[in-house]
């Protein structure tokens, strides 16, 4: 080994002083000596220069086309450290002069946001920079100053956009090292500790990573380095006179791990293929790289199994003229244009001999340099950046675009105010002084609020972007505004202001010390069920101490535990609270909930489902997991149903939080315990007592993310007859729009008869238990009920709409009545399902004459209440909400484009509230109205100079209105106004400013994006529509309308 040092010292003097090129293979151990095609030559006394070059066309019929180039310089350093074994190579790699141009772009592109160049609208100087030859810049670019002449400009309102041909040459002045192995794997590469920036180093990577191989012709397949992760690949060999070429081809499924987050790429829906070939000369040199990569994104399950993709001309024609049949049958699949194909060229170009003057710029000995590996880094909030920078950019000046808001009452772009103030607040920047939250507040501060008492769906908005943003300041200002003291708003006001804080992503102990204040002192007013699940949502929050958290939770165990059996409706109240703590729930909780719940749940059915779903985030626990395993073997089969569908229920949100907040993966959606066997076991054997919850049975297993419950799914398809639930055969009945709906439908391999008076299947449980209608079916001996599922949108991007109606009334002679409307929507963009929210209305009058109303949302799991001033009396209430969140969906380097998509989810519900009372009858009308806004960005950066994307658009609705009666009656209504999704694509260029003349300094700035957006690449409802679910109908069981009434997703007790 030391004899190979030596000759590497040799090697570099005889080449400083013009001697001949030292030769050194790689030490191949003998004994195992591998069949290679070449052997691996490293010369330590030349530099060889390779030119590097990729050609990327993006996004499908959009064909945006990159071409970025740069030159490459390796040298070999001699023997790898022991550490890699001692059979490897240790090489420099130099890079410079990259280039990026834009090859193909829209032929009359358009302004979509506007830059910020020249703020000042002074004039934009181009300057041009003279370079040398590569050769001579290589030796002298770092002790080149910059000619620039600025005879005649100011040092003030002037900005200067220095052209440069290789305006990044800077960033790549450090150079790199890697390690290369006697079978031609490259098996790390190390950076300097200087070296950080994560674009600029997986840039470096990808000129490396191509000349990575595999020279044994005994491994026709095996593991390679990847920037996208770690996979296999299949190799073919060639050996001639002149030397040698590998051949290397990979595809999706042989990728055992992507390099992205788990939760930023969807994997399982994107296809990638892959051709490379590397060429080395007879001596062992690495002469030349080739290779061609196609990737897909957002694709389905039969477009992954097929060979070719659907073209761009299959897509629908749509009729805009036929607005339902556009709803039910038209559809455009937005992942027909998420593609990209590149190639890439490597060839060697000149050899040159090292000297001191050139080793001092490409070869840095004096560097540390540490172990960075082949895998693509990725920055988790580079999309969040991203969108922030063009938010920033597209919202001008804030106090304008919110004084436009509160005369014109324009909202068009409030909801970019919205996104801008969450993501500063997800990339802790809520507190700077600079940050979008101190500008709203600024300008809130100045608005009347005894005025908002009459403008309240102004202002609601504006304190709805206050607790999006949060921080320090925005607490202060809504604190204000509940102060019994200094508050001008009604209760019910206030009550939204309360909803609005729940959503306050990272609130201080300060909010909830008021709360806690305020709750105390005013347990009998009408706010306090609402205060207190705001105050459990907020303590739930990681930002909150433990002590302080505690304090809540003693609050509300000793609520619980002074709650007797018969205060049933009281204690579902606190325990609805308790389940907004989330998983911070204390051991001493748990037990007083398990125990509430097991003992007032043998007179209150309710107390106990109530009980299991409070627990629902804690899951994990052993003690609910012995709580729900008996659950499970001892009580009848409406308990088992609420155990099965609360754990599906928490798997669903597990599923969210792990590419909204980034939590990991947890049972139970992995792992299989005791509570999968029993699953499992009854699943295979059905006896009579799970029989009737066979298809939550189902569910469970197919949900959970474990090879066994694979298994045993695999097995109980062997022994029954199954019918899947899938959402696209319950889509597909759509089809025959005007037909009657029958109950009647195929056995399956169970028959859930407890429930079939409520529905054909026991999903309809997401709005009332089988065994709440059974109750409510003797109670009520005149009754009517309806339920609804619609979907709106395409295949790839839709929101689905699940809704139920019920009216009862004990006999035609009593005032014993019950009113029940509820509303369910699920969102879905590719494979990412989220919550748009539950509402949930009821008017209940008892046996005694009490009556009960209240009405519920339910967003991201917590639990959210619009409270009554007087309960008996009838009134009318006006509600919405708007959830804000952004959900990575896939992250993949492929050559030199980092890609990046992701999307901002606004889901927004708007409800009205109508009660009136003639007589002896109460009418209660919910008109509850979906509404799903998305902002999904798909965005490649070539080297930190050029980016192009395509941007798609969102906009989906759906509303319903009920009426029930205490007749009893029903009818309903439903509908939406004009729907629309787009593609539109865009690129953006930047550039190296000066803004100052002495002492000078620079920055970069993004130019306007140019957009391109093509009609073919629209969906589009243009007209609102409004049909009639239910006519009127009264005192009649069975009810017949006119559209598909099935429910698939997993009930809840609240939500």
């Known amino acids: 080994m030391q004899f190979v040092h030596i000759l590497a010292v040799l090697a570099i003097l005889f080449g400083r002083q013009g001697g001949d090129a030292v030769d050194t293979y790689v030490n191949v151990p003998t004994g195992a000596l591998p069949n290679l095609v070449t052997r691996l030559r490293c010369a330590t ?79 934009v100087i181009i300057i041009k920079r003279v370079v040398s030859s590569p050769f001579e810049a290589l030796a002298s670019s770092n002790k080149r100053k910059k000619r620039q002449t600025f005879e005649g400009l100011s040092n003030v309102g002037q900005q200067i956009i220095v052209d440069e041909p290789y305006p990044i040459d800077d960033d790549m002045a450090i150079p790199c090292q ?103 000369n007879a001596e062992g040199d690495f002469t030349s790289a080739s290779g061609s990569l196609t990737a897909h994104f957002g694709l389905d399950d039969t477009a992954l199994r097929s060979s070719k993709y659907a073209p761009p001309a299959a897509r629908r024609v749509l009729d805009p003229d036929d607005e339902d049949s556009v709803l039910r049958t038209a559809d455009v699949d937005i992942a027909d244009d998420l593609t990209a194909d590149a190639t890439f060229q490597m060839s060697l170009s000149t050899r040159a001999k ?183 949502s907020v303590a739930s929050r990681d930002t909150i101490p433990e002590e302080v958290r505690a304090s809540v939770s003693d609050l509300l165990l000793s609520e619980l535990q002074e709650s007797s059996c018969e205060q049933a409706d009281a204690i579902i109240d606190v325990l609805q609270a308790v389940g907004n703590l989330g998983d911070t729930l204390s051991d001493r909780m748990i037990d007083d909930v398990i125990a509430k719940g097991s003992v007032c749940g043998r007179t209150h059915e309710a107390v106990s489902q109530a009980s299991m779903y409070a627990l629902r985030d804690v899951s994990d626990d052993d003690a609910v997991q012995t709580y729900y395993r008996q659950s499970l073997l001892d009580e009848d089969c409406d308990i088992k149903a609420a155990v099965i569908t609360t754990l599906i229920d928490r798997m669903f949100r597990i599923q969210e939080q792990q590419y909204t907040e980034s939590v990991e993966s947890k049972w139970p959606l992995i792992g299989f315990n005791e509570i999968d066997e029993i699953v ?126 019920f009216a009862g009334k004990q006999s035609a002679s009593s005032s014993q009545y019950k009113l029940f409307t509820k509303m369910v ?70 050559y030199i484009a980092s890609i990046d998509i992701g999307a901002q989810i606004r889901p927004r519900f708007e409800v009205n509230f109508i009660c009136k009372a003639k007589g002896s009858n109460t009418l209660l009308k919910v008109q509850p109205k979906a509404i799903l806004r998305i902002a999904a960005s798909a965005q490649a950066s070539f080297a930190k100079l050029v980016r192009g994307g395509i941007t798609i658009g969102v906009n989906l609705n759906f509303f319903i209105e009920t009426i029930t009666e205490s007749i009893p009656c029903i009818s309903g209504q439903y509908g939406y106004d004009p729907m629309t999704i787009s593609i539109e694509a865009w690129y953006q260029i930047r550039s190296k400013i000066k ?28 007209s609102p529509y409004r049909r009639t679910w239910l006519s009127r109908r009264c005192d009649v069981y069975r009810i017949n309308f006119p559209f598909n009434l099935s429910i698939r997703i997993p009930r809840r007790l609240f939500g």
């Open 178 to 280: 890697f390690v290369q192995n006697y079978d031609g794997n490259i098996v790390d590469i190390l950076y300097a500790a200087a070296d950080t920036d994560i674009e600029i180093r997986n840039f470096k990577r990808n000129p490396i990573v191509a000349r990575s191989t595999q020279l044994s012709r005994e491994k026709a397949e095996a593991p390679t380095p990847s920037m996208a992760g770690e996979r296999k690949a299949a190799f073919t060999f060639k050996r001639g006179e002149s030397g040698s070429t590998i051949g290397k081809t990979y595809g999706s499924n042989d990728f055992t791990k992507f390099a992205a987050p788990s939760a930023g790429n969807d994997d399982t829906t994107t296809k990638l293929t892959a051709q490379e070939r590397q060429s080395f």
């Open 354 to 536: 090292r000297s001191a003057e050139t080793d001092d710029i490409a070869v840095r000995n004096d560097l540390d340099y540490v172990s960075g590996g082949l895998m693509a880094e990725y920055d988790r909030d580079s999309g969040k950046k991203n969108q922030l920078e063009i938010l920033l950019q597209s919202i001008g000046n804030v106090y304008d675009t919110l004084n436009q808001f509160v005369t014109r009452k324009s909202p068009s772009k409030l909801t970019t105010l919205k996104d801008i103030v969450r993501i500063e607040n997800e990339l802790d920047r809520e507190n700077k002084q600079s940050s979008m939250i101190f500008k709203v507040a600024n300008f809130v501060k100045k608005v009347n609020a005894r005025n908002c008492r009459d403008e309240w769906t102004t202002c609601s908005e504006l304190y709805q972007l206050l607790a999006l943003g949060g921080g320090s300041v925005a607490e202060r200002l809504l604190v204000e505004r509940l102060d019994p003291v200094l508050t001008q708003l009604t209760e019910d006001q206030q009550a939204d202001v309360l909803n609005y804080i729940t959503s306050m992503p990272k609130p201080s102990s300060y909010i909830l010390y008021f709360m806690k204040r305020i709750y105390n002192s005013e347990k009998t007013s009408t706010l306090s069920p609402t205060i207190r699940l705001t105050m459990a």
């Open 825 to 894: 929507g699920k969102g879905q963009i590719f494979s990412k399902t989220f919550d748009i929210g539950t509402v949930l209305a009821y008017r209940i009058r008892s046996s005694l004459g009490i009556t009960y109303q209240r009405r519920y949302m339910v967003i991201a799991g917590k639990v959210l209440l619009k409270p009554d001033t007087n309960s008996v009396a009838c009134n009318t209430r006006t509600w919405h909400y708007e959830r804000n969140f952004y959900i990575p969906i896939y992250k993949i380097t492929i």
């Open 680 to 805: 499992a076991t009854n699943l295979l054997n059905l006896t009579d007592e799970f029989t009737c919850i066979g298809e939550e049975l189902y569910r469970y297993l197919e949900m959970k993310k474990n090879d066994k419950a694979v298994e045993i799914l695999e097995e109980f398809r062997k022994n029954y007859d199954v019918e899947e639930l899938l959402e696209d055969e319950e889509d597909d009945g759509e089809q025959n729009y005007n037909a009657t709906y029958s109950h009647e439908r195929q056995k399956r391999a169970w028959d859930h008869k407890t429930c079939s008076s409520w529905g054909h299947s026991t999903y309809y449980n997401i709005l009332q238990t089988s065994g709440e209608f059974s109750s409510d079916k003797n109670v009520y001996s005149k009754r009517r009920h309806c339920l609804a599922y619609k979907r709106v949108g395409v295949s790839k991007v839709n929101a689905k709409l699940y809704a139920g109606i």
């Open 45 to 123: 006394s030349e530099t060889l220069l390779y030119k590097y070059e990729t050609t990327t066309q993006l996004w499908g019929s959009t064909n945006q086309q990159f071409k970025t180039s740069c030159d490459v310089h390796i040298t070999c350093l001699g023997e790898a450290p022991d550490k890699y074994g001692g059979n490897a190579l240790l090489f420099n790699a130099f890079i410079n002069h990259v280039k990026v141009v834009l090859l193909n772009a829209p032929e009359h592109p358009e302004d979509y946001v506007s830059g910020d160049l020249n703020p000042v609208e002074a004039d």
């Open 995 to 1022: 803004f100052q003349w002495w002492p000078p300094k620079f920055k970069w700035t993004w130019g306007s994006r140019k957009k391109y957006s093509p009609s073919s690449l629209k969906w589009k409802i243009s």
